[in-house]
């Protein structure tokens, strides 16, 4: 049996927990908050202005086997909601996101040694959330399965240094770089903890060489797609632009800089729309480049998925990713990807067939896609059906059953 530990929860951790729960290896599912139909919390979820709510609605099945410890996540989405910043200021905090995960991770160790006695031999948690969890674990001869849902931090700095010197002007976007060493170190000994280390993408795995120490095993079991529910209409370029599309963080850790930069000479034959919040305000570089597109802050899931469907090719230039689930979604609206190597799409990707696969960085390799596309703008729909028959082959059910498969076949249980 397993103990599932994540504090905030997600499409991916709630696949997983699916195939815990159907293959009967869960024992408890531990979280901050869980909302299940019947709740009073479950039909005020339906007001857009409480839409966090919502997406903490879980499976009513699963209730029974969960658990929850509210008081700082609550107080941490309250705080953001008033803009309180000093309450969610990274790490110092009181009820910042850091302190969210730490005492998430201390409550679930303290449940471990009733967990062993009652069959528990393996604890699934994340990074950030597992170091109190896996220290606990091991004293009880219980596995430690983690997940590291983002490349490792050693090489994000190594490939990310060399943009605030290629592109200084972009520099103050690179937010990432602020954890104390303490917090650092930690990610670095929940590494060292754990028995089996699960990725989704053979680029999350490629970042963990810059780990110094000696690591368990490493398996790549890429993220689902979501349901294919929707047949895109594709129109003829005729009399009209290219419509791209961007969605995702403004910052320069997403390549954005080179987008922009990509269809600058192609401004006749293309139109780019950015979806996203911008990591800073004063970005200089970012306004200016802003003001030449079309710009939308943000917008509910299920408009983004519209969003893309309405548009021809979906761009998504990063620089480091631990997967970009925005390419799955793009994918499943039939809409064909460009993206680098540094994300999941080599593993989702034919390049060729489905979408293209760019080198990291290149603003001309991403235009010479676009200047073939427009050269032969029936690849649009050839490459999008493609995609979204791929999306089809791999519904969030698969990934879960592959998890699933891969605990039981190991030495977890």
Not at 69 to 74: G, I, M, P
Not at 307 to 325: A, T
Request: net charge positive.
């Amino acid at each position: 049996m397993i103990v599932f530990s994540h504090p905030t929860l997600n499409a991916n951790a709630k696949a997983l927990i699916q195939g815990l729960f159907k293959n009967k290896i869960l024992y408890k599912l531990y979280t901050c908050v869980a909302i299940f139909k019947g709740q009073v919390l479950y039909k005020l979820g339906v007001n857009p202005k409480l839409k966090d709510l919502k997406r903490r609605r879980l499976d009513k099945r699963w209730q029974k086997f969960t658990e929850v410890n509210s008081f700082f996540e609550f107080g941490r989405l309250i705080a953001s909601k008033l803009q309180l910043e000093p309450l969610t200021r990274h790490e110092k905090g009181f009820f910042c996101i850091d302190r969210v995960y730490q005492k998430h991770d201390h409550w679930v160790a303290t449940t471990l040694a009733k967990a062993k006695k009652e069959g528990v031999t393996g604890v699934y948690a994340y990074e950030d959330g597992a170091f109190a969890t896996f220290t606990k674990a091991k004293q009880l001869g219980i596995k430690c399965i983690y997940d590291l849902p983002i490349g490792y931090w050693r090489m994000a700095r190594l490939l990310m240094q060399k943009e605030f010197e290629l592109n200084p002007e972009w520099a103050s976007t690179l937010t990432g770089f602020n954890d104390s060493v303490a917090k650092l170190q930690k990610k670095d000994q929940e590494l060292a903890l754990a028995d089996v280390i699960y990725v989704a993408s053979s680029f999350t795995k490629q970042t963990l060489t810059a780990y110094s120490g000696k690591l368990a095993e490493i398996k790549v079991i890429p993220y689902g797609f979501p349901e294919v529910n929707f047949k895109k209409e594709y129109r003829s370029l005729e009399g009209r632009k290219l419509k791209i599309l961007f969605v995702g963080g403004l910052s320069q850790r997403k390549g954005i800089s080179y987008l922009f930069e990509a269809v600058a000479g192609l401004r006749e034959q293309v139109e780019l729309t950015v979806v996203g919040h911008k990591s800073v305000a004063n970005c200089s570089a970012l306004n200016q480049a802003l003001e030449q597109h079309h710009w939308i802050p943000t917008l509910p899931h299920h408009q983004v998925l519209a969003c893309m469907r309405e548009h021809d090719v979906f761009v998504f230039p990063s620089l480091f990713e631990g997967f970009g689930l925005v390419i799955t979604e793009a994918m499943s609206q039939g809409i064909p990807v460009i993206t680098t190597e540094r994300t999941a799409g080599p593993d989702l990707i034919t390049e060729g067939e489905d979408g293209w696969i760019v080198p990291a960085g290149s603003a001309s390799a991403i235009k010479e896609v676009l200047e073939k596309i427009l050269e032969a703008p029936q690849v649009v729909q050839q490459y999008g059906l493609a995609a979204q028959r791929k999306a089809q082959t791999r519904p969030w059910s698969v990934y879960a059953q592959e998890m699933a498969d891969a605990i039981l076949s190991s030495k977890i249980l």
